[in-house]
């Protein structure tokens, strides 16, 4: 009976190791994400992380973001962080406009990580969403550059936090 078990056991985890369960990035399957599917450096060499404690996380309200580099590259970004809003209605990413008006004239360069934490900037965004009855869930992401040198590539970085806001 244990050797049925383990028999079985071997020819699952096989199965599974063949039927490619690799994971997958959370938008593969959307269109509204077509034109970031061809970075393959998300949520590595950066992380953008939701400031609750500084945004109301209310819709209609600026949302606070920390973007930081943990890769031993810098990274170039443009004035507005490269930051695009999606909203998920009916299980469909939307992109919405933002909101925020960037003052920055200035290429922002976030410095190679100096150690386990890496080099933070941040940043605001305010998606254009109507002020719905019920709690929404957006996801904001960042594009950047890898820098070579102060050069910037074709090479992009980009990452990505999904946030709930409420009426």
């Not at 039927?19 to 992380?47: M, R, Y």
């Not at 009916?90 to 990580?113: C, G, R």
């Not at 960042?142 to 990505?160: F, H, K, P, R, S």
């Amino acid at each position: 009976m244990y050797r049925l078990f383990c028999l079985v056991l071997l020819m699952f985890g096989t199965a599974m190791m063949l039927g490619g369960c690799a994971p997958k990035l959370a938008w593969e399957d959307n269109d509204a994400f077509a034109d970031f599917l061809a970075i393959k450096d998300v949520n590595d060499s950066l992380a953008v992380t939701y400031l609750d404690f500084m945004s109301e996380g209310q819709i209609g309200s600026s949302i606070s973001l920390d973007i930081r580099n943990s890769s031993n590259n810098k990274i170039g970004f443009p004035d507005d962080w490269g930051v695009r809003i999606y909203l998920k209605t009916d299980d469909v990413w939307m992109e919405v406009s933002n909101k925020t008006t960037y003052y920055q004239t200035h290429e922002i360069v976030l410095e190679p990580a100096n150690d386990e934490f890496g080099s933070v900037g941040s940043t605001i965004a305010n998606p254009d969403i109507l002020n719905e009855s019920n709690p929404v869930t957006i996801r904001v992401i960042v594009v950047g550059n890898i820098m070579n040198g102060d050069v910037l590539t074709d090479e992009q970085a980009a990452a990505y936090v999904d946030i709930t806001l409420h009426p």
